[in-house]
């Protein structure tokens, strides 16, 4: 029915131009900002569920740099066992040399022996010098328990325990001369001893190493997985949106013809009352 008090078409075209534009400004918003979703009512349950996965994804970057400081820790531990290992090895040969008989007593006490009792100061010296941000590695309670956490939950984590290493400790009072053929015999002893306890500490090493290179991996597989399940969710699919951008831009722009046209409709009924 034609009336000219109330524009029945300029209100249902308006009510349209308004929803294209909202629909319009939405896709818009998605381009620009590359989410699909942008505001919580676009998608309530697919914005809690995504949100949990980048969460985890950002729990699993930084289990990522705990590992790397982890090898990192590992790596230098076995680096000093390697060189107290060339040490005591060094420390074998000049005792095996002061246990043979066509060495003098004088060569022993003051060439020998020098360089040995020099051996094992350097042993004390590598132990105090391999730190890691301040914290001895080889001494202290440091690495007696530490924990690194590789997961999401508070149970998912390495921990590392290594045996504390001093050159006492190693050779003990037998092992810390040469000056006489016999106290070499019992160097000797002492540093076949010493080597095979380095050399135990190494393989543990080299087990957590290994250990820590596999989750490194795991967490690498874990990011990319989770983080391509929250890009599903979360990110804009460009193509589609800007596909329905199109439509939506010429439901507007018809929209806006409409409500023109609409807008008119009142002045064309008055000239029925002209004529």
């Known amino acids: 029915m034609p009336v000219i008090s109330t524009n029945n078409a300029a209100n249902a075209a308006l009510n349209y131009l308004n929803n294209n534009s909202a629909q319009e400004t939405n896709k818009l918003s998605q381009l620009a900002s590359g989410s ?21 994804v950002t729990v699993f970057q930084q289990d990522q740099v705990n590992v790397t400081q982890g090898i990192s820790i590992l790596q230098s531990t076995d680096g000093a066992l390697a060189q107290i290992s060339n040490v005591l090895q060094r420390m074998m040969a000049l005792a095996t040399s002061a246990a043979s008989g066509q060495v003098t007593n004088s060569q022993r006490s003051e060439d020998i022996n020098t360089e040995y009792v020099q051996l094992k100061s350097e042993i004390s010296s590598i132990v105090g010098s391999t730190t890691y941000a301040g914290q ?3 001494t202290g309670s440091f690495l007696s328990n530490v924990k690194f956490l590789v997961g999401t939950l508070s149970s998912n984590f390495i921990s590392l325990s290594l045996a504390t290493v001093s050159a006492a400790g190693l050779l003990g009072t037998t092992g810390s001369t040469v000056s006489t053929a016999a106290l070499a015999l019992q160097a000797m002893s002492k540093v076949t001893s010493a080597i095979n306890t380095i050399t135990k500490d190494r393989a543990l090493v080299g087990a957590y190493e290994s250990q ?7 967490i690498s597989t874990n990011v990319q997985n989770i983080s391509a399940a929250a890009s599903v969710i979360m990110d804009a699919d460009v193509a589609s949106v800007k596909s329905s951008l199109s439509s939506i831009d010429v439901k507007t722009q018809a929209s806006v013809a409409a409500l023109t046209q609409a807008a008119q409709l009142p002045q064309e009924l008055l000239k029925l009352l002209q004529s």
Not at 38 to 47: I, R, Y
């Open 36 to 56: 699909r979703i942008v505001q919580a009512s676009d998608d309530a349950a697919g914005l809690a569920i995504g949100t949990q996965l980048q969460a985890n």
């Open 212 to 218: 820590f290179n596999f989750s490194s991996q795991d």
């Open 136 to 138: 001895a590695l080889l």
